[in-house]
């Protein structure tokens, strides 16, 4: 399910603003990864997102499972990975055991060090 992951950078003000908005829960393994941020917004979603807050080292610092449209969360972290609820069970164990979200965060820490990113 999560090895064809697309993730995307939100580096700029407004790649953050929009976030997840205009991508449909259904589309299988979209991530954004959001550098040097430990709150969200999800104004204007019409789904539910997880939230994974990653430390310095892109460890798993804090996770928010299935956050409602409208909210401002703080989570204890230092980047955010988000991903529709849809695409992640539900709980906070599995997204810790998960050998796919590992995967998913060590391309993301690898694109990070190598400014491998593609969709600027």
Not at 25 to 47: A, E, K, S
């Amino acid at each position: 399910m999560l090895h064809q992951a697309k993730i995307q950078k939100a580096d700029t003000f407004l790649k953050r603003l929009i976030g997840l908005s205009f991508i449909s829960p259904y589309v299988i393994g979209t991530w954004l990864f959001i550098p040097y941020c430990n709150t969200i917004h999800t104004f204007g979603m019409r789904y539910e997102i997880t939230a994974i807050g990653l430390d310095e080292f892109f460890d798993i610092v804090d996770i928010q499972t299935h956050i409602k449209h409208n909210k401002i969360i703080k989570l204890k972290s230092r980047h955010i990975l988000e991903v529709s609820s849809y695409m992640v069970p539900y709980t906070d164990q599995y997204i810790k055991q998960s050998q796919d979200v590992k995967d998913i965060i060590t391309k993301v820490k690898l694109m990070e060090k190598t400014n491998g990113w593609t969709n600027r």
